[in-house]
Every structure is written in C-alpha cells, then in structure tokens.
C-alpha cells in the first residue's frame, strides 16, 4: 500500500484550522456557561455526565473497533467486506444502544438514592439532566458507524466544517442561557441533548449521499461471522474501556460522593483545558490514524511503524509546545480566561496536563496494537490496573486525603505501568524495536523537556509583573526553537524548512 503523504498534511492543516477556531469559541463558550451557572450547577452537570459518560464506555469501545474493520478493509481495497462490515456495525449499535438505555434506567434509583451527592434543591435539575443524556447517549450510539465511515475515508473536511458549525450553536445556547431568566441548568441540558441529535442526523444523512458502501440491507449483508469477528474485538476493547471507565469517570463520581458538586466544576475546567491543550496532538494522530491502520492492512509492517513513530514523536513535541508554558501560567491564564476560578481549578489543571503529557508518551503503542490486532492483553492489564486505581483512590479519600490524590495516584499506578507494558507487548506482537522507540521517540522528548523546564520557570519568574501573555508567548518561542534543533532531526529540521519556504514563495 502506498501512504498518500499529500492527503496526510492536507488532512492535518484541515483539522488544525477547524481546531483554532473552535478552540477560540470553546473557550468563550465554557467562561460563559460558567458564569450563567455558577460553580455548583456547573458542577452538577458534570458530576452526572460523568455517570453518563462512564456507561457510554461501550460505546467508545465498539467506536474505535468499527473504525479499526473499516481502515483495515480500506487497505485490503476490500469494497464488499467494507459494506458487510457496515451493515453489521449498525446492527450491533442498535443493540447496544438499546442496552445502555436499560442499563441507564436500571442505575437510575441508586445513583440519586445514595451515590450521587447534590444539593436536595437541585436533584430535580439533574434528573432532567440525566433524561436528556440518556437521549443523547442512545443517538450517539448508533451513529458510531456513519463516524468510522467517514474517519476511513479520512474526510476530514466535513468534520472540521461541522464540528465549527456545532461549536458557533453551542456559543449561541451559551448566550440564550445568559439570558434565560428559569432554571438554565435545565435548558443548558435539552439545549446540549437537541444539539447531539442534530449532529448525528445530518451525520449520517451526509454518509449516505456520499460513500456508495453506506447501504444498509441487514438482510442481504447480515452475516454472523463478521459480527462476530467486531464483536469480539469490541469486547476486548470494552474490557480496556472498563479500566478508562474506573479511572477516570468513577473518580468524578468518587470525588462527588466524597467532596460534593461543587468541586466537580473545577476537574472539569481542568478535564477541558488537557482537551485544549492536546488538540494539536490529537489533530496530527487523527490525521495519521488512518494510514496507520491501512498500512498493517496492506501488508506493511515497516511503513507502520514509521508513521507510529511520526506520530509518537510529532505528537508528544506539539504536545509540550503548549503544555509546558501553561502550568507555570495556569493562575493568570485560567484568570484570563474565567471570571471566576473555582477553588481547585489551578491545581486541577496541572495535575491533568501533567497526566495526559504522560499518556501522550505512549499514545502511539494503543495505535500499533490496534492496527495489529492484538489487543486482549493490554486491556486485560488495563482493566486490573483501572479497578486497582479505583480501589486505591477510594481508600485515600476514605482515610481523609483530599482530592488532588486522584492525579498522583492515577499517575503512579496507572498511566506509567501501562506504558511500560505497551513497550513491551508492541516489541513482541508489532516486532517493535525498543531500542528504536526511545531513540527515536523518548530520547527527543526528554532533552526537549530536561531544556525547556528552567528555562520556562526562569521566564515566568522574571516576567511575574507583566501581563501572563508576555511570558507565555515567550516561552512558547523558546519551545518552537527547542523542538526545531533539539526534537528534529537534521533531515526533518531541513524539510520543514524547505517546505515552509515554498509555501510562502505560493503567498
């Protein structure tokens, strides 16, 4: 299979535009939304879409499995496998989502009889809440194969245009709560619920006009051998999903039960600013996804793992661009931001950035283990890891440690044992070379990392009297220049060069 290097950087650019500019509206929108509700209603929605979230796990279980079929018949130029998977994802997500429905109205009575921990005067609030998750959980369920679709087709166009779309409608619900005068946790909860529907209506109505394989006849194209191939697949990635489940979304709930609503605002608002940061990451990673897939698809193996590699490394430099310079800003940042800091917020928010910097060091091993394949026995560890993260947190908060715990324990038993394993597994199944993953990935990384920490807290010190901006700006100059003759090679250093040039000789 030959990787379309063209299509690759014409995907990414696509998805860094539509990043910057939904990354300007996001943040309007979430200073706005918090000002309308106020700390302890903005607290209650995510402590109970945080439940919601918890249980849509299987959703991004099958998610990522369907996009995984979809890429490998890409590479196999397989037109009817691709149509056969299609039809049988689709049934499979009906299913599902059906389930979660009656999984959802079974927990209903425990979690608001005894788990959850909100104010009596805003329980009412949040039963809507839940209503209107459920809702939206059920469309977003089945319309993870119309996603996959339009993921192997790497169309990357429509997503940046509907995600600007969807993030300008989501400004304007910000404004109309503003305004609203009744309870606007309430209309925030339907407002976000009509919105989800919306997107996944015209989500697949757009797949059915423009791919030919988007046909669905179950009873032509069902067949139980390939549901039974995603099937099992999924489920083992529904197990890895279970470990993410009890190590992230259980602690929101762990952290209500013991710390109440309130606290919840600030992991959030910690929670959004690691999304923020990891755009960057996540847009080359998603662009290169894809071709990563099809490559092990076609039989491969070594252009794999260069574009794994590309992509570990890349990834985990743009990554620090933005990570490194925001915790020692995050109080004047988040200040400019907000009008008003939740308590644990400035923490909260380099705790979490701390955290996905290191998921992101091993972000590229999952990527090799999907496109091979072999995914049982990391999520089998993932899982023992999770409940023991769980388990460990539970304890602390128990004995009276505060909140914060859950980053530092999730951190130590977690995110760094399971990257050690992810070396290990990608070394024996994916015939990854060690030695070549910290030379080509690690080494870079720390230097880039061991240079940039004193010179950003010298920077933030010397600066401390000016505007937070000055020394951020700053600081990310320093990182430009750090990544460009310490992250890259001579060889990557020179074709970046010479492309910028001839782009600019365009203009």
């Known amino acids: 299979m030959i990787v379309n290097k063209k299509r690759i950087v014409i995907n990414t650019f696509l998805l860094y535009g539509k990043t910057l500019i939904t990354l300007i509206i996001s943040l309007f929108t979430t200073r706005l939304v ?25 959703n991004l279980a099958m998610a990522s499995a369907t996009q995984r079929f979809m890429n490998y018949a890409e590479g196999g130029d397989d037109k009817e496998r691709l149509i056969s998977i299609f039809n049988n994802t689709v049934l499979l997500h009906i299913a599902l989502g059906l389930l979660i429905v009656l999984i959802m109205a079974a927990l209903y009575y425990p979690l608001f009889n005894g788990i959850f921990n909100i104010p009596e005067d805003r329980v009412t609030a949040a039963k809507y809440i839940y209503l209107f998750l459920v809702i939206s959980t059920f469309f977003t369920i089945t319309s993870v194969p119309y996603t996959a679709l339009i993921t192997a087709h790497e169309d990357f166009l429509y997503f ?20 609203y005068m009744q309870d606007r946790l309430i209309l925030y909860g339907l407002m976000l619920a009509i919105l989800s529907i919306i997107n996944r209506m015209v989500q697949r109505i757009y797949c059915k006009i423009k791919y030919e394989e988007c046909i669905f006849s179950p009873r032509r194209y069902a067949n139980f051998g ?3 191939e995603i099937g099992v697949f999924s489920g083992w990635n529904f197990i890895g999903s279970m470990a993410q489940m009890a190590g992230n979304h259980g ?13 919840i ?29 099809k490559s092990e698809g076609g039989g491969n193996r070594q252009m794999m793992l260069h574009l794994a590699f590309i992509s570990g490394r890349f990834g985990m430099m743009l990554f620090l661009l933005l990570a ?26 380099q705790l979490q950035v701390f955290r996905v910097m290191m998921e992101q060091l091993f972000g590229c091993l999952g990527t090799m283990l999907i496109a091979e394949g072999t995914i049982r026995q990391i999520n089998v560890i993932n899982l023992m ?5 769980f388990i460990v947190i539970w304890v602390a908060y128990s004995c009276g440690l505060d909140a914060k715990w859950h980053y530092y324990l999730s951190i130590g038993v977690w995110v760094v044992t399971s990257g050690i394993i992810k070396i290990i597994l990608c070394h024996k199944f994916c015939n990854m070379r060690i030695d070549e993953f910290l030379r080509i990935v690690i080494k870079p990384t720390f230097l880039v990392t061991l240079i940039a920490i004193p010179f950003c807290s010298f920077t933030a010190e010397s600066l401390k009297s000016m505007h937070v901006l000055v020394p951020t700006l700053i600081q990310m100059g320093g990182m430009v220049i750090l990544i460009l003759f310490v992250g890259l090679s001579k060889n990557e250093r020179e074709l970046l060069f010479s492309k910028t040039r001839s782009i600019v000789k365009r203009f």
Request: hydrophobic residues 60%.
């Open 226 to 228: 390939v549901a039974k």
């Open 265 to 293: 605002a600030s992991k959030n608002i910690g929670d959004q600013i690691s999304t923020q940061v990891s755009v960057l990451t996540n847009n080359m990673t998603k662009a290169l996804a894809p071709s990563i897939v």
């Open 324 to 349: 490194i310079p925001f915790m020692f800003n995050a109080e004047g940042l988040l200040g400019l931001w907000l009008k008003t800091i939740p308590g644990w917020a400035v923490l909260f928010c």
């Open 34 to 58: 918090l000002a309308a509700l106020g700390e302890l209603d903005f607290g209650v929605y995510g402590t109970v879409g945080g439940a919601i979230a918890m249980l849509s796990v299987l």
């Open 160 to 179: 940046s245009i509907v995600s600007i779309v969807i993030a300008m409608l989501k400004l304007i619900a910000a404004l109309i709560l503003t305004y």
């Open 251 to 263: 602690s929101n709930i762990l952290m209500n039960h013991f710390f109440g609503a309130a606290i």
């Open 385 to 389: 890891l999770g409940v023991v993260t």
